[in-house]
Structures are given as structure tokens and as C-alpha cells.
């Protein structure tokens, strides 16, 4: 029964919604709206939503003439992206089957060894020295998979408590009566069962792989070669500050760039980093909620 | 031989047993736990690296001594006043503001019916999936000086001049807390809607037969009972009240030196000595202050809660 009042409500609730989602989307429009802008008009006119002219020239200049640089980018992205999803889900995986074991010995040195991590960490400096001196990761394509990325101890937990919870443990104990292995246990009974956590942890993954730049930023150097689009879209803004802060910065800021991409092309980089999140979001948007729901408190 | 000998005995060989038994599983977690190694308890001895006179020729060990001139250095100059100061500040404006608003779209969310509550509850949610450095992009379609949409249309239309945002560090701080609840709104209030929805609903039926008013439900139902939920995300955002969202500090304000008064945060700071100053024994000096006081706030945190609930406590 809905009374006056649940209808008054519902309609402020609309009216605040509908300016948050407005609120939320409206840069992303602004940002697709300059990328099709011509790029005089935008010079002339600023940023706008209802531009003079309109014109495709950012995304003829990235396909057609001189966008190899940006194409490179957007392989390496999605290079990245695949591989370390696929290897941190597997070793996520492998951790959080053996932390869910009740009798595991050691299952307590274990379960601390990877809260630790959460509580305690070494910071930028220490990372680096190691990652650069002993692993030797510097301009390499590895400095964008390894560091930081490839697994972490808040999706280890996630997946664990699932496999506790959502797992029963006689199934895995007739499995194993029956005779067979772990990796058979854990590959044909649980891994089935635990879909909804493992698409969830992969999805935690898949985002922070496309999202990064920092890795790139910081180990790599000279090889701009290997930049993802965000180490780009990253490298692209720094020239630019460097532009109008220090004229005479312009052979140094333009290292490894030939030329400053207008600004209706920059935003068609932009757009184009956006793209696969906005094309995939629909789809994962369930097991993302779920996932944060499960992670809740403990985030 | 007494009984509890062979009790012991008896637990002993089952250990083994159970350990060999667990040997595949010990190799499913090997390369887990060899990553962790690598990334986080490899690095950690390089702590030392702040109480030296870094030298990248003779490498961490090899490196002087000094002592804790670099701590002292740091805690001499402005910054480290500077850089808790916003880091803390921040995070305090982020804790406050961010949760008064999760918590008050969690509560629109859950009295709304029809399907476009989904649809704003993706729209919301979008702004955290997209990076840092495009955020800084978005913004800086609004705020940049030439052709920004703020100096050209806001501003213009209401006949104010046009502010040279990227120079003048007043403004940053609104900036930037805008910026946070609208990347963290969506996230936040998807745990306080999922805990809404848990609540008895018979409380509410109840409250209504005597007539109570859609506030009063809010105020005597719905917020007592988030109370355990707020405190819990509260504690858990104070725990880590010196680290900083390194993306957000650093893109968003382009890296700009003007706005280092108001933007510099303990993360951005450790950052730009190592890789823009190359001073790595002052970089690592704050990093250490970093991880050691947070280490003790994150354990002290963990502590209240697992007072409070010791189901949400972290360990």
C-alpha cells in the first residue's frame, strides 16, 4: 500500500537521484561531446556540450594518420589487462583454496603471512629498489603486470571465505573419499561452485589492470614503447603542464612523443580508455555490487 | 607408557599423515604466497634505506649511515606539518561528508520502487571504475583556464571573471572533496543499501500502524540500527587515515606546484622525492612515518572494533 506520504518520498528520492546520475554521467558526456568537437571550435568556444561544429578529425588522426602510437597503447592495455586477470585470478585461486582448509597445518602462519600484507607495507621506496635492483623489472613489459597488481591479500580473503561458506565441505571430503586430487577437487568441484566469487575477483583484477598507470609511470623510463593508454593519456597531460609552465622544457617534455595531440584528440584518447569499462560495465555491473557487499566491512 | 603419551603419539603421526596429505595443497598456494613474498616482504628490509645516505652505486647496504638526520631533515622543514596536516584532513572531510551521503542515497535507494533505481544505482557506481588519470582529464575539461567550462560558461554567464584554477590552491580543497564523493558514492552506499535491506521490515510495519511518518522511521528505525555499520566503516576509514588516494592527489590537480599547500598528501610526497627530486633517503624517511603510524592507527582501529563486533574485525 503506498500512502501519500511513501509517494512524496519516492518523488524527492527521484529528483536527488536524477541529479546525482546527472551529476555522475555529465563529465563523461562532456568529455565523448569535445572529442567529436571540431577542434577551432574548441579553441574558440572552451569545452562545451552543444559545440558550433562538430567533426570526426580526432578519431580519423588516431586511425587513419598518425595514431600507431595510440593503437600500440591500446594492444598493450588490453595485453596487460588479459594476462594478469588470468594469472592473479589462478594464483588467488590456489591461496585462498588452501587458507579455507579447516585443518591445514599451519593454516594460522599462513592466514597472518597474507593479512600482514593489508597492515603493513614497505611503501614506494623499498618496492621500487627491489623491483628495479634485484628483478631487474625497469623497461620491461613485466613492470606492468608484476608490481602490486598480480594479487592481493583483500581478494585472497574475499575468495576464501566464499570457498568456506559457499563450498560445502562434505562435498570436498567425498570428493577427495572418492580418490580424487586436490587440483581435481579444486578444479572440477569447487572452482565450479565458487563462479560467482571468481568472476567478481576477476573483474577486481581485469579493472585495476586496465586502470593503472603507475607502474608504467614509474618503472617505465625509455621504453615508452610499452606505454598502456593510461601511461600515454598520463604522458600526454604531463607535456602539456610542462608546455605552459616552461617554454624552454619543450624538447625535454616532448621526449618520446613526436608531437602534442590537439585537445579534441586528447579527449578521443580519453574516450577510447573509457570505452571497453562503459562496453563491459552492463555486463559485470551484478557480480561488481556482489562483490562489494561481500567485501562490505571488511573493505 | 602413559595414556595421554600415546594420545600424543597417536596426534603426532596424524599430523604427518594430514601433512602429507596437504603436500598438493601446499603447492596450489606456493605461487600465491611467493608473490607476496616477492611484492611485500621482499621490499621490507629496504626500510633502512631511511636511516641512509642513499648512494644508487653502492646500493641500500652499502650506503653511509646517517642516522635519523633524514627523519630529522624532513620533520625541520614545512612539509611534514604540511603533508599529515592534509593527508588527515582530507580523509576526516572524506570520512564525514562521504557517509552522510552514502547513507542518505542508501535510504532514497531502499524506500523507491520501479526498475530505474538500478539504473541510477550503475549510473553512481560508474565514476569508480575509471582511472585516476582520466579522471584528471575530466576535470580538467571543467576547470581549465582557457577553454574550461566553468571559466566559459558558468562564469562567463554570471558575469564573474575567469579564475585561473590550476594557480590558486583555495579552491582545491572543495575541488577535491567534490571529486572523492563523486567517485566514492556509488561504493559507499552499495554496503549501506545491502544492510538496509536486511533489517526486519516488521519494525517498520509496526512503527506505521502507529502512525509514525516516513522521518520518524528514518530517524528512530533506520539510523540506530545503521549505527553498528557506520562506526564499523568509520573505524576502518580511521585505521587508514594517513594513507592517501594517491591517484586522486596527483591527477586530479595535474601535478601543479602552485597547488602543492593545499593538495600535497603524505603519498604524493613520498612519490615526488623519489622520482622527481630523486631524493630517496628523504622519500623513504616518510614513507617509513607513513607506514609506521598508520600500522599503528590500522591496529588500533581493529582493536575498537574487535571490541565493538568481533565479527567485522579484520583478524
Known amino acids: 500500500m503506498k500512502t501519500k506520504e511513501d509517494i512524496r518520498f519516492n518523488v524527492i528520492g527521484h529528483i536527488v537521484m536524477a541529479i546525482l546520475t546527472f551529476n555522475a554521467l555529465i563529465p563523461i558526456v562532456l568529455m565523448i561531446i569535445s572529442s567529436l568537437t571540431d577542434n577551432a571550435a574548441l579553441m574558440k568556444n572552451g569545452y562545451s556540450f552543444f559545440p558550433e561544429k562538430l567533426s570526426l578529425y580526432a578519431y580519423k588522426w588516431i586511425f587513419a594518420f598518425n595514431g600507431g602510437m595510440v593503437i600500440r597503447a591500446y594492444g598493450i592495455s588490453f595485453f596487460i589487462t588479459i594476462v594478469g586477470t588470468v594469472i592473479s585470478v589462478l594464483l588467488t585461486i590456489g591461496l585462498a583454496y588452501g587458507l579455507s582448509k579447516r585443518d591445514l597445518p599451519g593454516k594460522g602462519f599462513f592466514t597472518f603471512y597474507v593479512v600482514f600484507t593489508m597492515l603493513f607495507n614497505g611503501g614506494l621506496v623499498p618496492t621500487y ?12 613489459i613485466f613492470a606492468l603486470i608484476i608490481p602490486n597488481l598480480l594479487m592481493n591479500a583483500f581478494n585472497v580473503l574475499l575468495m576464501k571465505s566464499y570457498f568456506v561458506s559457499g563450498v560445502p565441505y562434505e562435498i570436498i571430503e567425498a570428493a577427495y573419499i572418492d580418490g580424487a586430487t586436490e587440483f581435481q577437487t579444486l578444479s572440477k568441484v569447487v572452482t565450479p561452485l565458487a563462479k560467482p566469487i571468481i568472476a567478481t575477483v576477476a573483474m577486481f583484477a581485469g579493472i585495476s589492470y586496465w586502470n593503472d598507470w603507475n607502474n608504467g609511470y614509474i618503472y617505465l623510463v625509455q621504453r615508452t614503447d610499452l606505454f598502456s593508454i593510461q601511461n600515454l593519456l598520463n604522458r600526454l597531460m604531463q607535456n602539456i603542464n610542462a608546455l605552459t609552465q616552461n617554454a624552454s622544457d619543450i624538447a625535454n617534455a616532448n621526449s618520446g612523443l613526436a608531437e602534442i595531440p590537439s585537445v579534441t584528440v586528447r579527449m578521443a584518447i580519453a574516450t577510447l580508455g573509457i570505452l571497453p569499462i562503459i562496453v563491459v560495465y552492463p555486463f559485470v555491473q551484478k557480480s561488481f555490487v556482489k562483490g562489494i557487499t561481500l567485501g562490505g566491512v571488511k573493505g | 607408557m602413559s595414556k595421554s603419551s600415546i594420545a600424543k603419539k597417536g596426534s603426532s603421526t596424524l599430523n604427518r599423515k594430514r601433512f602429507k596429505r596437504y603436500i598438493p595443497v601446499y603447492l596450489l598456494m606456493f605461487p600465491g604466497l611467493l608473490y607476496l613474498f616477492i611484492n611485500n616482504y621482499m621490499p621490507l628490509p629496504g626500510l633502512i634505506v631511511a636511516f641512509k645516505q642513499y648512494n644508487a652505486r653502492k646500493g641500500i647496504y652499502g650506503s653511509p649511515w646517517a642516522g635519523l638526520s633524514n627523519f630529522a631533515y624532513l620533520f625541520q622543514t614545512n612539509d611534514a606539518w604540511l603533508i599529515t596536516r592534509n593527508t588527515i584532513l582530507y580523509n576526516v572531510a572524506f570520512i564525514i561528508i562521504n557517509t552522510v551521503l ?7 535507494l531502499s524506500e523507491m520502487w520501479g526498475k530505474v533505481k538500478n539504473f541510477y544505482q550503475s549510473a553512481i ?7 585516476s588519470v582520466i579522471i584528471g582529464y575530466l576535470v580538467f575539461a571543467f576547470f581549465s583556464v582557457e577553454n574550461g567550462f566553468v571559466n566559459n560558461f558558468i562564469l562567463e554567464k554570471l558575469g564573474i571573471e575567469a579564475i585561473s584554477w590550476y594557480s590558486e590552491p583555495k579552491y582545491w ?3 577535491i572533496v567534490f571529486v572523492s564523493s563523486w ?3 556509488g561504493y559507499n552506499c552499495i554496503i549501506y543499501l545491502s544492510t538496509l535491506l536486511g533489517f526486519d521490515r516488521s519494525f517498520y510495519e509496526s512503527a506505521m500502524i502507529d502512525g509514525a511518518t516516513k522521518w520518524q522511521q528514518i530517524k528512530y528505525i533506520t539510523l540506530p540500527l545503521l549505527k553498528p555499520t557506520v562506526i564499523m566503516l568509520t573505524l576502518m576509514a580511521v585505521g587508514r587515515i594517513f594513507y592517501s588516494d594517491f591517484g586522486l592527489f596527483y591527477q586530479v590537480p595535474m ?12 603519498d604524493t610526497y613520498v612519490y615526488r622525492g623519489l622520482l622527481q627530486l630523486g631524493n630517496i633517503s628523504m622519500s623513504a624517511a616518510a614513507g617509513v612515518y607513513q607506514s609506521i ?4 592507527m590500522i591496529l588500533g582501529a581493529n582493536m575498537l572494533v574487535r571490541k565493538l563486533d568481533k565479527e567485522s574485525a579484520l583478524w
Open chain 1, 129 to 140: 629498489i627491489n623491483y628495479t635492483n634485484v628483478f631487474h623489472l625497469k623497461d620491461t
Open chain 2, 102 to 108: 552514502a547513507i542518505t542515497v542508501a535510504i532514497l
Open chain 2, 125 to 131: 557506481l560508474l565514476p569508480h571504475l575509471i582511472s
Open chain 2, 173 to 175: 580543497p572543495f575541488i
Open chain 2, 183 to 185: 567517485k566514492a558514492i
Open chain 2, 255 to 266: 601535478n601543479q606546484g602552485a597547488l602543492y599547500p593545499t593538495t600535497q598528501t603524505i
Open chain 2, 293 to 296: 603510524i598508520g600500522f599503528a
